[in-house]
């Protein structure tokens, strides 16, 4: 059970300047020291955990980020579910098949599904985040908005230590808290992470079975079907009703068969509900989508993210890419095309950084600064028709 904290008035209003920020802080870790105490949590773990910490003030620049940029769906799949990765999934899904084979036959879970989340939520354990986690859960319990729901998660970080799961060195991740090959969070690793290797840890930072282990039962927890599909592509008919539309507007098969909605691959409807989502709008791709997708959509609640989960899936298995066009005439990349307009940038005089595919302020700026000089919309995106410019010598 996840521990709540009183609201300590007057400790936790966040400081005017650094100096100040780190005095309150002082008292704000003494007061959250106490209740975590009082939780279960020994003395001697807080106390070894905190020792000499100071606040990293950047984690509320990320709490409080408003993004310039809206990233369309299309950019959105195009950089998770590209070549790259699906090659990548592949070589894990051998590499780790014995782990994936306990996971999938104790929790029902597709492996398929399992790699894929694992290459979303850190592309195999490349991108597992680096900032200490009590560092940042403490200075969000004590500074910025949602601070009970990171008081949760910075006790549930020290029941993890007190218990010796993973060690405390290596226990980094996101700016909000999120750690491990699939990014849980601390409550959620409390609740649902599991020991698949048998070594009496549940270690999904060091042990990878460990973490595939946990995302399946997490899966499963959430409500997954096993031996079912988590949806697929259809065509839809001329003049279909689009009011019908909606991932939640779940209705038999059946009825969108005669609906006249038909799968995009040819094969015959099965059986169960599902309800028809169109991220896009009605002139871009359309899928039916199951409870499995709902399951996966619980892992995090973005109908984009679960789409690309799923869709990564049926990459693995072997399928092809989504067939109907993006309702877009200026395509997304993949990250290695993001990484060569990454570099042409850096080439013109733009300074942008390393290429990594990671489209951060400075490329948006340096592209926005670009299709200004070549007369193009100005929108900072990594798209087709810059990297096409780009090519050109422009």
């Given amino acids: 059970m996840i521990l709540r904290i009183a609201t300590f008035a007057g400790l936790l209003i966040a400081a005017a300047t650094p100096a100040a920020a780190q005095a309150d802080f002082g008292g704000c870790l003494s007061a959250l020291r106490s209740t975590i105490v009082q939780g279960g949590v020994s003395a ?3 106390d070894a955990a905190t020792r000499g910490l100071q606040p990293d003030m950047k984690v509320l620049d990320f709490l409080n980020d408003q993004p310039e940029f809206k990233t369309p769906i299309w950019d959105y799949l195009a950089a998770l579910v590209d070549e790259e990765r699906v090659a990548d999934g592949k070589a894990m899904l051998r590499q780790w098949s014995q782990a994936l084979a306990t996971a999938e036959s104790r929790y029902g879970v597709d492996r398929h599904v399992i790699v894929a989340v694992w290459g979303v939520e850190s592309d195999f354990g490349k991108a597992i985040g680096k900032r200490p986690l009590v560092q940042s859960l403490a200075t969000l319990s004590c500074y910025g908005r949602r601070q009970g729901y990171f008081r949760g998660e910075l006790a549930s970080t020290m029941k993890i230590l007190d218990r010796g799961d993973v060690a405390p060195e290596h226990l980094t991740g996101s700016w909000a808290g999120a750690f491990g090959h699939t990014q849980f969070m601390p409550s959620t690793f409390l609740r649902l992470a599991v020991d698949l290797d048998g070594d009496g840890r549940r270690d999904v930072v060091d042990s990878i079975p460990d973490a595939l282990g946990s995302t399946a039962n997490f899966l499963n927890k959430a409500g997954w079907v096993s031996g079912g599909t988590w949806g697929f592509e259809v065509k839809l008919p001329p003049g279909f009703n689009t009011g019908l539309a909606g991932r939640t507007k779940k209705r038999p098969m059946a009825d969108w068969e005669r609906l006249g909605v038909r799968r995009i691959d040819g094969r015959g409807m099965p059986g169960g509900s599902a309800g028809l989502m169109m991220p896009a709008g009605p002139n871009g791709p359309a899928f039916l989508v199951t409870k499995n997708f709902e399951a996966i959509y619980g892992y995090n609640a ?80 990594a798209s087709g028709s810059v990297l096409d410019a780009l090519r050109a010598g422009r």
């Fill in 302 to 381: 973005a109908e984009s993210y679960a789409l690309a989960i799923a869709h990564l899936s049926d990459r693995l298995k072997g399928g092809g890419p989504i067939v109907t066009p993006w309702p877009t005439n200026d395509r997304g990349l993949s990250r290695a095309e993001r990484r060569e307009v990454q570099a042409m940038l850096n080439r013109k005089g733009y300074d942008v950084g390393q290429p990594d595919g990671a489209i951060g302020t400075k490329t948006r700026q340096a592209i926005a600064d670009f299709q200004v000089r070549n007369g193009m919309d100005r929108n900072g995106r």
């Fill in 44 to 46: 001697a773990t807080f």
